[in-house]
């Protein structure tokens, strides 16, 4: 469980590092605390381990560690790291199947170390990466904890703290390496989203250290000053070049390392490098690396990005330490709960105990609100019985009532639905209101359309030799009542099959019922589709049809237009025009008349002079629905229902390519 204050302890070869971490905001954390003490290395591990013990009692007694939670780590050369992948599909088992693969994978029994698992996303499945440390070691660091009194919530390994430090700093988006150069090792950690590869390269400051040891001929602690005040000395350049053999032997175990990563991630290209540890900081160290690792840009880590300080902390003391903190700080980050890898690597033994501790004050609390409860609600008991069987006979009485209101308002509801029905149909008024005269115009404006898409000859008037004589267009039904005057000449709507046959449009309004003329109960539904009928006449002729059909086909593409139904009547009336006769002046001619007499009422027809006009009557019928305001479809009648800020630029130092 994440406590909101955490104590990163980091146990190195030759110090021990400590930083107290609290959380702030969901995402937020601050250094309230921090120490280090310089550990002298010891080849007897029984002094040592004296040595440590007396160490974390006097750190924890000075900073008052109390009950606080603490979280410790294990050096990465202690752990066993490896990396499988299971087939998709089986997260359901995820726990079974990583049992099983790490019995295959750790060479020892698993009854004899402690051990744990992170998955990541893989292209050939699931990734899993699995950490693994002797239980020996375990139980040896633990009970050095315990003797200066430390409250351990936590282990994990030192390269996954490493881990969780880039990622909260930085968030890198690309596959980044890390490098951090401590007294006996190097952590070489690969991070790729959440895949994680590391191994210890046994080269770090203890080899700079004995390289100058034996080349000055000074003891070991004398060697040790020297190397960290390299920049103070006046033999800068020769003390370089003595331990430059030994930073490219660095370099090339580091360049040999990310060639054996790369063969198993399939190629995948480092693409930052960040730098850690003291190491990194002596003069010219990380420019000679860069030299040899070109794989990607090296930074030195010099501050922190997202970790908050304190006001009241030695800043000039932790500007100085600050390189060897990135442990610590990763184990407080784990310990707040705000790490993305979570491996504990406390014993199932210990952690089922904390949490037993956990929940005993909370345990303790409910058995003392029970025992409260049960006394009160026994005081109460006697009490309520009598409110209760007052209660019921009033409930009783209330259900008499409601089955008499009930009654009262199912009788009051009569006809509502009819109602409802009848004010829905009335509000078409208001829609087709505005709707009606656009839709006259845009019907009698037609106009062809040409190739190019620009308006072209109209479809009504004297040079189509096509003319509209009238137009219906209604919600009323069509039908038996009348609707349209019916010359003598003109096939009667009345009777249409497209009214009352098979084939009406308002089939699906009436119930799949006609009825003679459409019923009462059609006439009454708000859904009747908006009718519009076209009447007209045209010249007779080879072209009749064809024009008829062009029109159809032109209303057939305009979205408001559905069920079209058009016809042609081959014989239609006959109109008769008189040519005029005109005088040589240009005047017309009239027939002359004496003084006195009458003039004749008409003159008689002279067939010679006569043009007779031939013209065929055509109809054209469809629903206007308009997208904007569309029909309620017959399936709804009735339904009373339908009425952050990106992260800054790493904190770090870019190294010079040289």
Same mark, same amino acid.
């Given at each position: ?22 959380? #702030? ?35 924890? +007694?000075?900073? !008052? ?27 359901? +088992? ?30 050939? #499945? ?58 006996? =090792? ?41 190397? +960290? ?20 032997? &660095? ?7 990310? #060639? ?6 399939? =190629? @995948? ?34 501050? &922190?990005?997202?970790?908050?300080? @304190? ?21 407080? &980050? ?40 049960? #006394? ?180 057939? +593409? ?12 081959? !014989? ?29 009422? @008409? ?56």
């Amino acid at each position: 469980m994440a406590g909101n204050t955490v104590w990163g302890v980091d146990i190195g070869n030759s110090a021990i590092k400590v930083v107290k971490l609290t959380r #702030g905001g969901p995402d937020e954390c601050m250094i309230v605390d921090f120490d280090i003490v310089d550990m002298p290395i010891l080849d007897d591990e029984k002094e040592r381990t004296t040595r440590l013990r007396e160490v974390l009692a006097d750190i924890a +007694k000075k900073h !008052k560690f109390g009950g606080d939670h603490v979280y410790v780590s294990v050096p990465g050369n202690l752990c066993l790291h490896r990396e499988f992948q299971l087939p998709p599909g089986s997260e359901d +088992k995820l726990a079974d199947l990583v049992q099983y693969e790490a019995r295959q994978q750790i060479p020892f029994p698993l009854d004899q170390v402690e051990w744990g698992f992170e998955r990541y996303e893989d292209p050939s #499945g699931v990734g899993v990466a699995l950490i693994a440390v002797r239980k020996n070691d375990i139980q040896e660091l633990l009970a050095t904890c315990a003797s200066a009194g430390l409250n351990v919530h936590g282990v994990t390994a030192g390269p996954l703290c490493l881990f969780n430090f880039v990622q909260y700093e930085f968030r890198p988006e690309n596959t980044v390496l890390i490098l951090d150069a401590g007294s006996k =090792g190097t952590d070489f950690v690969v991070m790729n989203k959440r895949q994680v590869y590391f191994r210890t390269i046994q080269i770090a400051g203890r080899e700079i250290t004995r390289v100058l040891e034996n080349k000055f001929k000074v003891p070991f602690d004398k060697a040790e000053d020297l190397k +960290k005040n390299i920049s103070k000395s006046p033999q800068l350049d020769k003390i370089l070049s003595v331990i430059e053999p030994t930073v490219r032997q &660095l370099g090339a175990e580091v360049q040999r390392t990310i #060639g054996f990563y790369k063969g198993r991630a399939r =190629g @995948a290209r480092i693409g930052q490098c960040y730098l850690l540890g003291h190491t990194f900081r002596l003069p010219k160290m990380a420019e000679y690396l860069q030299t040899q690792v070109r794989e990607a840009p090296f930074a030195i880590v010099e501050g &922190l990005q997202r970790v908050k300080m @304190a006001a009241d902390l030695n800043t000039e003391v932790w500007n100085n330490e600050f390189p060897t903190m990135a442990v610590a700080i990763g184990l407080g &980050l784990q310990g707040l709960g705000m790490s993305e890898l979570k491996v504990n690597l406390l014993p199932q033994t210990v952690q089922k105990h904390i949490e037993v501790d956990t929940w005993k004050p909370w345990a303790a609390a409910a058995v003392v609100a029970i025992l409260l409860t049960l #006394g009160y609600s026994y005081t109460q008991a006697v009490a309520m019985n009598q409110y209760y069987a007052k209660t019921i006979n009033d409930f009783k009485g209330a259900v008499v009532n409601s089955n008499k209101y009930s009654k009262e308002k199912e009788q009051a509801m009569v006809g509502m639905e009819q109602l409802r029905v009848e004010a829905d149909r009335w509000t078409h008024l208001a829609r087709d209101r505005g709707k009606l005269t656009p839709l006259f115009a845009n019907l009698v404006g037609l106009r062809q359309k040409n190739p190019d898409g620009t308006d072209g000859k109209p479809f009504f008037g004297t040079e189509a030799k096509m003319f509209l004589t009238s137009a219906y267009v209604s919600r009323m039904p069509l039908g038996g009542q009348g609707g349209l005057p019916e010359p003598a000449e003109r096939v009667s709507l009345r009777s249409h099959d497209s009214l009352l046959g098979k084939n009406s449009i308002y089939k699906a309004y009436a119930n799949d019922k006609i009825e003679e003329p459409l019923g009462a109960p059609l006439e009454m539904r708000p859904e009747v589709p908006l009718l519009v009928v076209l009447c007209g006449e045209i010249e007779a002729g080879a072209g009749a049809r064809r024009k008829v059909s062009d029109l159809e086909d032109y209303l057939k +593409k305009m979205p408001e237009v559905q069920d079209i139904r058009a016809e042609c009547i081959e !014989k239609g009336p006959e109109y008769i025009e008189q040519i005029p006769e005109y005088e040589w002046k240009g005047e017309l001619k009239v027939p002359e008349v004496k003084p006195g007499a009458v003039a004749p009422v @008409a003159a008689p027809a002279d067939p010679t002079k006569e043009k007779k006009f031939q013209y065929s009557s055509f109809q054209v019928m469809f629903r206007w629905n308009d997208p904007k305001d569309p029909d309620r479809a017959p399936k709804e009648r009735g339904d009373a229902a339908s009425a952050t800020k990106a992260p800054a630029r790493p904190a770090a130092r870019p190294v010079p390519n040289r």
